[in-house]
């Protein structure tokens, strides 16, 4: 069915091989050079958010931006630093598929980060 695509993403603490609870992220769709806000979410204890990013029948072909606020949760799990090696990181991807489930993870620790497209 056309209207059946769906946005979700999760995060994954690979320092200390848990879920990242309490992270804000911000989505954003990109036209150009325009950005437009979309939504603000924030992790619950599983690491994901507590509905998908684009709901079911919302999704549309295009690119969009993630962005993780990891930074604040690193704070209270890494060592302190004035100027934390990782801290905001966007991830922009696009869509093709209005009708299918995207998903984004981020794999992150205080020094690295990386992503897939996940099912």
């Known amino acids: 069915m056309a209207d059946q695509g769906f946005l979700t993403t999760h995060i994954l603490d690979t320092a200390r091989g848990c879920p990242a609870e309490n992270v804000a992220i911000d989505l954003y769709k990109l ?6 806000h979309m ?3 924030q992790t619950n204890d599983d690491g994901r958010t507590n509905s998908p990013i684009i709901p079911k029948g919302e ?8 962005v993780f606020h990891i930074g604040p949760y690193f704070k209270g799990h ?14 922009r991807f696009g869509i093709d ?7 984004v993870p981020l794999l992150a620790s ?9 099912s």
Do not use: K, N, Q, W
Request: charged share 20%; with cysteine.
């Open 31 to 36: 036209d150009g050079d325009t950005r437009a």
């Open 97 to 103: 598929d209005a009708t299918s489930h995207y998903h």
């Open 59 to 66: 999704l549309e072909c295009g690119t969009y931006e993630l």
């Open 78 to 91: 890494a060592p302190e630093s004035a100027h934390p090696f990782i801290d905001v990181v966007p991830i």
């Open 39 to 41: 939504t603000s979410m």
């Open 110 to 118: 205080p020094f690295s980060f990386s992503t897939y497209r996940g």
